[in-house]
């Protein structure tokens, strides 16, 4: 049960996640990555949370980490106060249907075999949703939610028939099908252009509106953060280095890596109104 | 002359429900040097087009008519044979999100020696190994991470090495799908200018494909602008994206997301998707157009040309003095 209104909904504790890369020389200390160091992050419920920070800066491992598909090296990470590295079986099965992960590389995460259908579907039937008309439905409407329409043009389809937006889009798709109360959505409008990107936007505020649902937004766009996120987070070499509401970032940013990462966004600018 | 001429080029993809026209009587030419930008809705059939210019469609797609001319050949008349001689050499591709083309079992500087080596079997080790370090330096990979395998690089980081494949053989024409795409805004800015400097130094053909407006207008002098299949608009990047005359642009750059403009931006109301299984010649834009909707008209656009080289594809002549 949640008590109170605003509580948070997942929190990390001095999370640290270290790689050692399987190396065939003799291998000295230097060469452990350490993908994140000692993090601590609070996300609310309802909240939109952005992650920005420079690639290989340690975002899609913090976002693979909260959806339990790595362990922390050390540290703790819970949602709704309990620790999620202990859940199993049938709360495993419970935290899976309610936390989703939109992965950034819709080219990678898609499963090439699988029909659009399928893949959309398949978590509808991992977690015994519906009968097979039903989720049928189902999968049409998400499909036309995420602007693939009509819906039955890419039902049968499989994922190489697809363009690279629309493959994102089956991945939002299969994100929110459960209705789920925690996405992380890393990178999920990349390959995406500003008509789609900004529908989709508009979507994902809308879910949440009616979903109370909380969103863990990874990107490299600060503009696309400010527009969809109550609290930045800025992540730099492993460490959150500034977290503040979007408007104090943007406007007011204090470490130096956020004020070169505010001067870098390209900029747009042809004389228009 | 044009290094490479596109001439009513129009693609098809067979599905179950019919023959989609991925590719709708599209025309434009390279010149060396002066680098084109491809933009539009995602599934426009931007990558459609790279794949042609690679000989690498699917099975399941046809070259339904036109012509491809480069150096002296009509591309879409090769055989496999012939292909397999251009291909890579002469016009290499950055294939969108190429990152997991990476082979994940060799390491990362291997797989960059033998793009290398595919095109020039002869290179001395010496050479070879210089080249190599080069490429990485370039794309900005400290060399102490070179004998990674890709799954120890972060989305950026593979990137960067798929961009360095692509560069490894000099080639003449460089389709770039979005190359530019993974990348954080840090790096994104200094591979856009290895691109800028690339381009000049080795005076190539680029034909840039992006979905994002600033990034395109970045790098190319020259706009295209595809909606559904065709191209609706046409011109430099000043005026296109400075006066754009075509609906559909408008939309595209109404809804541009920057630092300071989020009051501003247009959201679009969920569209149509455009039907790709309509005739040759039709509007593909006309089922989300106002100007269409309001004044009925017959759905059949035609080229308007608004400048010397700025022209827009639409039903209605009244654009170009609507223009903002
Ligand atoms: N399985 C792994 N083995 C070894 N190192 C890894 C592994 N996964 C990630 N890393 C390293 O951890 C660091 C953080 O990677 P991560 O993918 O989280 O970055 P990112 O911020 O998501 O970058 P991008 O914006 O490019 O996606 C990088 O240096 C990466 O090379
Ligand atoms: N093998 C295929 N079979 C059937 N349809 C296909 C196939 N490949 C692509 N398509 C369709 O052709 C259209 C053009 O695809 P293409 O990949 O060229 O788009 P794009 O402009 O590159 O889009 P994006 O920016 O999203 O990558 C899309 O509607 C897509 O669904
Ligand atoms: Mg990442
Ligand atoms: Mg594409």
């Known amino acids: 049960m949640n008590m109170v209104k605003n509580s948070s909904l997942i929190q990390m504790k001095g999370v640290t996640k270290e790689y050692i890369p399987r190396k065939w020389f003799f291998s000295k200390d230097q060469s452990r990555v350490v993908a994140l160091n000692e993090v601590d992050l609070s996300i609310k419920k309802g909240e939109i949370f952005g992650l920005v920070g420079q690639s290989g800066s340690g975002k899609t491992t913090l976002g693979r980490l909260l959806v339990r598909l790595e362990e922390p090296t050390s540290g703790s990470i819970s949602l709704k106060g309990s620790l999620i590295n202990t859940l199993k079986g049938p709360s495993l099965k419970d935290f899976r249907s309610k936390v989703q992960m939109i992965f950034q590389d819709p080219y990678q995460s898609l499963n090439p075999h699988l029909s659009i259908a399928q893949t959309i579907g398949e978590p509808l039937v991992v977690q015994g949703i519906g009968n097979t008309r039903q989720r049928r439905s189902k999968v049409l409407h998400t499909l036309e939610i995420v602007g693939l329409s009509p819906g039955q043009d890419f039902y049968d389809r499989y994922p190489h028939q697809l363009s690279g937006g629309q493959r994102q889009r089956v991945a939002i798709a299969r994100a929110i099908v459960l209705e789920p109360e925690f996405i992380v959505a890393d990178e999920p409008t990349s390959m995406l252009d500003a008509t789609i990107a900004i529908q989709l936007f508009t979507l994902l505020l809308q879910i949440r509106e009616t979903f109370n649902m909380t969103i863990l937004f990874i990107t490299h766009n600060l503009a696309a953060a400010n527009y969809l996120c109550d609290r930045i987070g800025v992540i730099h070499e492993g460490c959150i280095v500034e977290v503040n509401t979007a408007k104090k970032i943007i406007g007011d940013p204090v470490h130096p890596y956020t004020k070169k990462l505010i001067r870098v966004q390209p900029c747009f600018d042809f004389n228009r109104g | ?324």
Request: proline share 4%.
């Open chain 2, 1 to 324: 002359m044009a290094l490479i001429s596109i001439k009513n080029l129009s693609i098809g993809y067979q599905t179950k429900g019919g023959l989609l026209k991925a590719v709708d009587n599209i025309s434009f030419e390279i010149e060396q040097g002066r680098p084109l930008g491809l933009v539009g809705e995602s599934g426009c059939g931007k990558t459609t087009i790279g794949m042609t210019l690679m000989g690498l469609l699917p099975d399941n797609a046809r070259i339904l008519s036109g012509s491809i001319d480069f150096q002296n050949h009509d591309l879409t008349q090769l055989g496999e044979d012939q292909w397999r001689k251009i291909r890579g050499k002469d016009i290499a591709m950055i294939f969108q999100a190429a990152m997991n083309a990476l082979n994940p079992v060799m390491r990362v500087d291997e797989q960059v020696i033998e793009a290398i080596v595919t095109h020039k079997p002869g290179i001395s080790p010496g050479d070879l190994d210089k080249r190599v370090k080069e490429l990485f330096d370039l794309v900005e990979i400290p060399r102490i991470r070179m004998k990674d395998y890709p799954h120890e690089y972060s989305g950026g980081m593979k990137q960067r090495v798929i961009i360095a494949m692509a560069l490894a053989c000099n080639p003449q024409l460089i389709i770039a799908d979005e190359p530019t795409t993974a990348l954080d805004v840090i790096v994104q800015d200094q591979i856009l200018q290895e691109i800028r400097s690339l381009q000049m130094i080795m005076d190539t053909g680029l034909i840039f494909i992006s979905h994002d407006i600033a990034v395109v207008a970045s790098v190319c002098r020259d706009i295209c602008v595809m909606y559904g299949g065709q191209i609706v608009e046409m011109g430099t990047r000043e005026e296109v994206f400075g006066t754009p005359c075509h609906p559909y642009t408008k939309t595209l750059l109404g809804s541009y997301l920057s630092l300071n403009n989020e009051w501003k931006v247009i959201i679009p109301t969920m569209r149509k998707a455009p039907d790709l299984t309509l005739k040759s010649g039709c509007c593909r834009f006309a089922v989300n157009c106002k100007i269409c909707s309001n004044a009925g008209t017959s759905g059949i656009p035609s080229w308007i040309n608004i400048s010397k080289t700025h022209r827009a594809l639409c039903c209605s002549e009244g654009i170009i003095r609507k223009k903002k």
